[in-house]
């Protein structure tokens, strides 16, 4: 490691307070984060989504530090240069919160490795992604999104799905229902993070909710009581023609024997084929998607892991999960079945034991390792990429082609195409009203949901054009012009008092 070259003579002194001292060893412990298990006292490492493992720390083999090079810490001395001027400079010290500068401080340094999968996670973020990992947490039993409002266009706190079985499903809670307020707190503005975090909470504890519903007039206050929620990990039934229909939603920890369970079951009732259906499925953990793989492969590798650190690794079948059962069988997939799914379908073409049908898949085959901060929260550092057993690399490919193309699902498209249309009524009142901002809104968020719509499109760049136009047309400062239309009010009743009034009478000449 260098020697760190001391900081200009610019008046400051190279001094440290105990305040200042903690964090520069912050800065050190997160400048060093990809050194993974440096220290003897580390928290876990874990890898997610496609691939996500869960591993115990240990050392980089040597020479494989920053292949070879000396970790420099003049970007640490730049920043802590940076901290110490605006803690000496800063005109009310009461704003600078050591955690929240330094929190700034690492996720403006991970946005500029410019890879969108390496992100921070603080200790809230980190307890509600290991809950989920492990496919439980406690809760009410709800997935929460946020939906535009056809009206304003602004982001509402909606509750996607209700689990059943669960709190909020014994609530009464339904599909579409508007959070507007949690423990009356309002919601606009809020993320979803911030969301879950003030609904999650002790099991026994209770929430109120209030929600606004379609058809109900006023909004209404649910009290639900927490209790430890199961996510589902997966959908069955069987269909018509005795075909067996497994979707798999999550590559979380109980995926595998979940799985086997149905499976077993489907193979007793005699079904004569099988559906595997990933839509949707974003991923999760790579030992999961190779114990999932496993069930229908017997043997051979189910994919190869490339990393820096630890170069490539080959992920062979279980044969302890394998279930010998031979029927005709379909993976399912969709653009949004990414990481943990596009190993499983890779994996299960390039063995010739199902085909792929639907859409291409979404493309993304980087691995995140999850390295635990000593002091406080986690980095999700990209640490490889991975290829299916044929060596095809998903992500160049922009992800696994299906061997059967299908459509997506008529019912949403139509969907969305009555709500684009909406969005055109409604920016078609908003230019007859010249509201040029809000209709330029309107028009492209009907775009958005139907890509297709000329008349979208047009009426867009009608706005845009419109837009510009009346910009151009406004060559007068009209501030200016006010300004002169105020100091006139104050100079004209001064200008009449100076000026001599006229004589209203006549005097004689002189004789």
């Given at each position: 490691?260098?020697?760190?070259?001391?900081?200009?003579?610019?008046?400051?002194?190279?001094?440290?307070?105990?305040?200042?001292?903690?964090?520069?060893?912050?800065?050190?412990?997160?400048?060093?984060?990809?050194?993974?298990?440096?220290?003897?006292?580390?928290?876990?490492?874990?890898?997610?989504?496609?691939?996500?493992?869960?591993?115990?720390?240990?050392?980089?083999?040597?020479?494989?530090?920053?292949?070879?090079?000396?970790?420099?810490?003049?970007?640490?001395?730049?920043?802590?240069?940076?901290?110490?001027?605006?803690?000496?400079?800063?005109?009310?010290?009461?704003?600078?919160?050591?955690?929240?500068?330094?929190?700034?401080?690492?996720?403006?340094?991970?946005?500029?490795?410019?890879?969108?999968?390496?992100?921070y996670k603080g200790p809230a973020d980190l307890v509600q992604f290991e809950s989920k990992s492990h496919g439980e947490f406690e809760g009410i039993g709800a997935e929460l999104t946020l939906v535009p409002d056809l009206q304003t266009g602004k982001?509402?706190?909606?509750?996607?799905?209700?689990?059943?079985?669960?709190?909020?499903?014994?609530?009464?809670?339904?599909?579409?229902?508007?959070?507007?307020?949690?423990?009356?707190?309002?919601?606009?503005?809020?993320?979803?993070?911030?969301?879950?975090?003030?609904?999650?909470?002790?099991?026994?504890?209770?929430?109120?909710?209030?929600?606004?519903?379609?058809?109900?007039?006023?909004?209404?206050?649910?009290?639900?009581?927490?209790?430890?929620?199961?996510?589902?990990?997966?959908?069955?039934?069987?269909?018509?023609?005795?075909?067996?229909?497994?979707?798999?939603?999550?590559?979380?920890?109980?995926?595998?024997?979940?799985?086997?369970?149905?499976?077993?079951?489907?193979?007793?009732?005699?079904?004569?084929?099988?559906?595997?259906?990933?839509?949707?499925?974003?991923?999760?953990?790579?030992?999961?998607?190779?114990?999932?793989?496993?069930?229908?492969?017997?043997?051979?590798?189910?994919?190869?892991?490339?990393?820096?650190?630890?170069?490539?690794?080959?992920?062979?079948?279980?044969?302890?999960?394998?279930?010998?059962?031979?029927?005709?069988?379909?993976?399912?997939?969709?653009?949004?079945?990414?990481?943990?799914?596009?190993?499983?379908?890779?994996?299960?073409?390039?063995?010739?034991?199902?085909?792929?049908?639907?859409?291409?898949?979404?493309?993304?085959?980087?691995?995140?390792?999850?390295?635990?901060?000593?002091?406080?929260?986690?980095?999700?550092?990209?640490?490889?990429?991975?290829?299916?057993?044929?060596?095809?690399?998903?992500?160049?490919?922009?992800?696994?082609?299906?061997?059967?193309?299908?459509?997506?699902?008529?019912?949403?498209?139509?969907?969305?195409?009555?709500?684009?249309?909406?969005?055109?009524?409604?920016?078609?009142?908003?230019?007859?009203?010249?509201?040029?901002?809000?209709?330029?809104?309107?028009?492209?968020?009907?775009?958005?949901?139907?890509?297709?719509?000329?008349?979208?499109?047009?009426?867009?760049?009608?706005?845009?054009?419109?837009?510009?136009?009346?910009?151009?047309?406004?060559?007068?400062?009209?501030?200016?012009?006010?300004?002169?239309?105020?100091?006139?009010?104050?100079?004209?009743?001064?200008?009449?008092?100076?000026?001599?009034?006229?004589?209203?009478?006549?005097?004689?000449?002189?004789?």
């Open positions: 490691m260098e020697n760190t070259p001391p900081l200009p003579a610019n008046g400051f002194k190279w001094r440290l307070s105990s305040a200042l001292a903690l964090v520069f060893l912050l800065l050190i412990t997160f400048a060093l984060g990809y050194q993974v298990g440096q220290w003897q006292n580390a928290l876990p490492i874990k890898s997610l989504t496609a691939g996500t493992s869960f591993r115990t720390g240990q050392s980089p083999a040597s020479g494989q530090q920053g292949q070879g090079q000396t970790l420099s810490l003049r970007p640490i001395q730049k920043l802590f240069e940076v901290y110490q001027v605006l803690q000496r400079n800063f005109y009310d010290p009461s704003k600078l919160e050591e955690e929240k500068l330094a929190e700034g401080a690492i996720i403006g340094l991970l946005a500029r490795t410019g890879d969108r999968y390496t992100h982001q509402r706190l909606t509750i996607a799905n209700v689990f059943p079985e669960q709190p909020a499903a014994k609530s009464g809670l339904a599909p579409l229902d508007r959070i507007v307020k949690i423990d009356g707190k309002p919601t606009e503005g809020m993320t979803l993070e911030q969301a879950v975090s003030l609904i999650r909470g002790p099991r026994g504890t209770k929430v109120t909710l209030t929600i606004e519903r379609d058809g109900i007039p006023e909004p209404f206050d649910v009290v639900i009581t927490r209790q430890r929620v199961q996510i589902p990990v997966l959908q069955k039934k069987i269909l018509e023609a005795n075909v067996g229909y497994i979707r798999l939603l999550e590559f979380n920890e109980r995926a595998a024997n979940e799985v086997a369970k149905v499976v077993r079951e489907l193979k007793d009732a005699g079904v004569k084929g099988l559906i595997l259906d990933l839509r949707g499925n974003a991923g999760g953990l790579l030992e999961a998607a190779v114990e999932v793989a496993s069930i229908f492969i017997p043997k051979g590798p189910i994919v190869t892991v490339r990393s820096r650190l630890e170069g490539e690794q080959v992920f062979e079948a279980n044969p302890a999960r394998y279930i010998p059962w031979k029927v005709p069988m379909l993976v399912l997939v969709d653009k949004q079945s990414a990481s943990a799914s596009e190993i499983v379908a890779g994996a299960l073409k390039d063995h010739g034991v199902a085909r792929i049908v639907g859409e291409k898949t979404y493309g993304k085959a980087s691995v995140q390792t999850v390295v635990g901060l000593k002091t406080g929260g986690a980095l999700v550092v990209t640490t490889g990429s991975y290829f299916t057993p044929s060596g095809y690399d998903i992500q160049a490919g922009g992800g696994i082609e299906p061997q059967i193309k299908l459509e997506g699902e008529d019912a949403d498209k139509a969907h969305n195409k009555k709500l684009a249309q909406e969005w055109i009524k409604r920016g078609v009142q908003h230019l007859k009203a010249n509201e040029i901002a809000d209709a330029i809104l309107s028009f492209s968020r009907a775009g958005e949901l139907d890509k297709d719509n000329k008349e979208a499109s047009a009426l867009f760049r009608k706005a845009v054009g419109q837009y510009i136009a009346e910009r151009a047309e406004k060559k007068k400062d009209q501030q200016l012009e006010r300004a002169v239309e105020i100091l006139l009010k104050n100079i004209e009743p001064k200008a009449a008092e100076a000026s001599p009034a006229p004589s209203q009478s006549k005097r004689s000449p002189a004789r």
